[in-house]
């Protein structure tokens, strides 16, 4: 089996945690004696990451985001008319015109299956947090976006299970989304990644948290602190 992992993430400091899922998961693929390659972006370019090493597809800077998903697509577009592959995972968050355009656009170049990832589920929480927020500190543009981010998804959900096969989700328990098949996952860590540390034991009966997290309203996180 071949397979390809699709990310419009940029391989920064700022997405280190999420990159390490994303190589992670394909080096797991990987390990079950399949070809796993992954797409990511780093200085705004996209690059795809194969057994070879990498290719580079170069996006001009300094352009408007909406101006960026469509070189990221057509780039995208481009490795895959290369590259036929037989399983596309797609990172994503909710429903959009890109991840539409990506999982038809696999479908129509051989994929027998098609996967999005819906990182948090259920996910109106950030976006009800969100307008709450930009009404608050009359940060209309901030509104503006996040009732774009609705329309999209709105316009573009009931389309997804004409090219998506499967929804992978992370939190509440759901077997089906936007009519299509769902599993619930969890999160993986890749062990020997790690260099264990040293430890030292409580010796007043403290139980001292370190939370190294880059989190979300929907996350929960404030619910390890309060117990």
């Known amino acids: 089996m071949k397979f390809l992992y699709i990310s419009i993430l940029e391989n ?8 390490k899922k994303v190589i ?7 390990a079950l004696g ?13 690059v795809l990451y194969t057994k070879n090493g990498k290719e580079i597809k170069p996006v001009p800077k300094d352009i408007r985001w909406r101006e960026r998903q469509k070189y990221f697509f057509e780039n995208v577009k481009c490795f895959l008319d290369k590259n036929k ?4 995972y797609i990172k ?13 656009c696999g479908k129509k170049n051989g994929a027998k299956s098609v ?22 500190n009359k940060n209309y543009r901030e509104l503006i976006g996040n009732f774009l981010i609705i329309y999209y998804q709105i316009t573009t959900c009931y389309k997804f299970k004409h090219y998506v096969d499967t929804i992978v989700a992370f939190g509440a328990p759901i077997k ?12 993986g ?3 020997k990644s790690f260099i264990k540390c040293s430890y030292s034991p409580s010796q007043d009966n403290t139980i001292r948290l370190l939370g190294v997290v880059g989190t979300t309203v929907s996350h929960g996180f404030e619910r390890v602190l309060y117990g």
């Open 34 to 46: 399949n070809e796993a390659d992954y797409i990511c972006c780093e200085n705004g370019d996209v």
């Open 176 to 187: 089906r989304l936007w009519g299509i098949k769902a599993i619930v996952i969890e999160n």
């Open 189 to 191: 860590v890749d062990v």
């Open 24 to 30: 992670g998961q394909t080096s797991a693929v990987k």
């Open 85 to 88: 592959y037989d399983v596309i």
């Open 115 to 136: 996967i999005f990832e819906v990182p948090t589920y259920p996910y109106w929480g950030d976006y009800k947090f969100n307008i709450k927020s930009a009404i608050a």
């Open 92 to 104: 994503g968050f909710i429903t959009a015109p890109l991840y539409y355009n990506l999982a038809k």
């Open 12 to 19: 920064t400091i700022h997405f280190s945690g999420i990159m």
